[in-house]
């Protein structure tokens, strides 16, 4: 009960038995903490929640991600409730809360630490799972095909403005494509030149507008489409 009560206001140093009002930098800090706990909780439903980013690509072949939008969910919420905590321990002086929130940004610091030094050393995994999953939705890309996926992929390539993963040969891996004996292409990885202000995201595959069968069948050098620089 001792400690959760504050001492008496004339024994305050400085006070000199009048009340000064609560120390400013504590409630400051605590407050700076429930901002930090709303961003992390809004990226974390941003990530289930989006649906036409590379994310929702991820997320519906990964469960790892969805594991991640969850843990930084509820890392955000019980955030935002510590800085409340601290705010209120800051305010009304209660060395309890005081203790509960500087013991719990310890443990913040240990977590961001712990957390940090995993991703840098499974970076290399978390990219090789990241093209494993672009590799195989290419591969069974199809034309005229309601997909989500395909969808959200077609949306990545044409606001990035790029073509595959690594570069525009992943679409030769395209059965359908392969087996076309016109020019074809993706119709998202086409390399517009022009600013296009209305822009609308172009889905399934496109044929050249000179497109004629030839020997050499659906050459992906012929393809107008973005290409690596």
């Known amino acids: 009960w001792r400690l959760c009560t504050p001492p008496p206001r004339s024994s305050w140093p400085g006070c000199r038995g009048s009340w000064a009002g609560p120390p400013q930098a504590p409630i ?10 709303a961003v992390i909780l809004g990226f ?7 649906k036409s980013s590379f994310i929702s690509v991820l997320q519906t072949s990964s469960s790892s991600l969805k594991v991640g939008a969850c843990i930084f969910i509820g890392v955000g919420a019980v955030t935002m409730f510590m ?7 800051a305010i009304k002086e209660v060395r309890c809360l005081l203790g509960l929130y500087f013991a719990f940004l310890l443990l913040i610091l240990i977590v961001q630490v712990a957390a940090g030094t995993f991703f840098y050393f499974n970076m290399g995994k978390l990219k090789q799972e990241m093209g494993n999953i672009v590799t195989e939705l290419i591969q069974n890309y199809k034309d005229g095909h309601e997909d989500r996926l395909q969808e959200a992929w ?7 403005k790029c073509c595959g993963w690594a570069s525009f040969y992943n679409w ?3 059965a359908e494509l392969r087996n076309r004996t016109n020019i074809t292409y993706p119709c998202s990885c086409e390399d517009r030149q022009e ?4 822009f609308l995201v172009r889905k399934g595959f496109c044929e050249a507008f000179d497109s004629n069968r030839t020997e050499s069948g659906n050459s992906p050098e012929s393809w107008p489409v973005y290409r690596e620089k």
Do not use: E, K, P, R
Not at 28 to 37: K, M, R, T, Y
Not at 83 to 89: D, E, K, R, V, Y
Not at 195 to 198: I, Q, S, V
């Open 28 to 37: 400051d800090c605590a407050f700076s903490f429930q901002i930090l706990g």
């Open 44 to 50: 974390g439903v941003w990530i289930l929640a989006d």
């Open 83 to 89: 800085g409340f905590l601290g705010c209120i321990g």
């Open 154 to 160: 077609d949306y990545v390539q044409a606001q990035v």
């Open 172 to 174: 030769t891996d395209n």
């Open 195 to 198: 600013a296009d202000d209305g």
